[in-house]
């Protein structure tokens, strides 16, 4: 090897890579910056423009994760009607904490279905995610103008999102290049949605007033207060949950072991200026969420790591010398 090449192993050249992030700075297709603000991010394929403008009533997918007979996905079905022309398209079972799990090793099965109050929905025999993709990729002849899940039964905060399937349908209505949000209410026993169905017409309206850019959406919880009680609206940021997961082993009829991953509900750390802060003060939180999951911190610190894929001849002893 010559020197000339040893030379660059061990200190790869990164520039390339680092230009290409620098591009992405400014790149259109992306809609949050690295650093600072900037104009000119491409809008989403539906753009936002004022509620009076709107020719036709937006049509709008309603999806949850809790599942088609939930009456969350109900209410907002029914808050969202006032605003434009809804179709339910939810999962036939709870699949809450699924993530962005989608199917792909068998088919899909849709069954029309009447909902509580009546009107027409469709159930899948999948996810979240399964819902969103079906029904943007063609099985509803006009396409959507915004995508809303939930209302979730039980509050998104923090590191929830990570799980939650309720989010991730959000999530690929964004993948889809549809605006989206997500809305989820602090769970009680008795659920009263209420001030979630004010707080959902409020987030579509002003989704579709001002738009979203590629790759944003809108993670909405609500607080279990009546709306009478409730102060207010705050942007926030995610905050951190303190899970308290136990892992249950318990012993099955024929003996053999099993196991359960249980626990009390998780807490979160009280920080002001975070969606956990506000719930528990009883405002409805509204974070804006980025698929960009991009370490920036990383991003710049890595290259100065050592990535040289050749180990160094000798004894490994020596490493550790
Ligand atoms: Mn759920």
Redesign the pocket.
């Known amino acids: 090897m010559s020197e000339d090449v040893a030379g660059k192993a061990d200190k790869p050249d990164m520039s390339r890579e680092r230009a290409r992030a620098e591009r992405r700075d400014v790149d259109m297709e992306h809609g949050e910056p690295l650093a600072g603000a900037r104009a000119g991010s491409r809008p989403l394929k539906r753009v936002g423009r004022p509620l009076g403008d709107w020719t036709a009533r937006p049509r709008i997918l309603v999806t949850?994760?809790?599942g088609i007979d939930s009456l969350g996905l109900l209410a907002l079905a029914q808050a969202l009607a006032a605003v434009g022309d809804v179709e339910v398209v939810a999962p036939e079972t709870?699949?809450?904490?699924v993530g962005h799990g989608k199917t792909m090793m068998r088919p899909l099965r849709v069954r029309e279905r009447k909902l509580a109050d009546g009107s027409t929905g469709w159930s899948v025999d999948g996810s979240p995610t399964d819902c969103v993709a079906l029904a943007t990729l063609g099985f509803f002849e006009q396409p959507f103008d915004l995508v809303a899940s939930g209302i979730?039964?039980?509050a998104n905060l923090g590191d929830d999102v990570t799980y939650?399937?309720?989010v991730s349908a959000a999530m690929e209505a964004v993948i889809a290049g549809l605006p989206a949000f997500a809305i989820s209410q602090e769970y009680v026993d008795r659920m009263d949605f209420e001030l979630a169905g004010v707080a959902a017409r409020l987030v579509a309206r002003n989704i579709l007033e001002h738009g979203l850019r590629r790759g944003e959406l809108l993670s909405v919880n609500v607080p279990a207060v009546p709306a009478a009680e409730c102060e207010g609206v705050e942007v926030t940021r995610l905050g951190h949950r303190v899970y308290q997961d136990e892992l249950l082993r318990r012993v099955d009829p024929r003996g053999t072991p099993y196991y359960w991953i249980g626990g009390q509900p998780p807490t979160g750390l009280g920080t002001p200026g975070t969606d956990i802060y506000a719930v528990v003060n009883r405002r409805v939180s509204v974070t804006p969420i980025h698929l960009d999951l991009t370490g920036r911190r990383l991003l710049r610190e890595l290259p100065n790591w050592t990535w040289t894929l050749h180990e160094p001849a000798g004894d490994p002893e020596d490493l550790a010398e």
Do not use: E, I, L
């Open positions: 949850n994760d809790d709870n699949q809450s904490a979730n039964y039980g939650s399937g309720t």
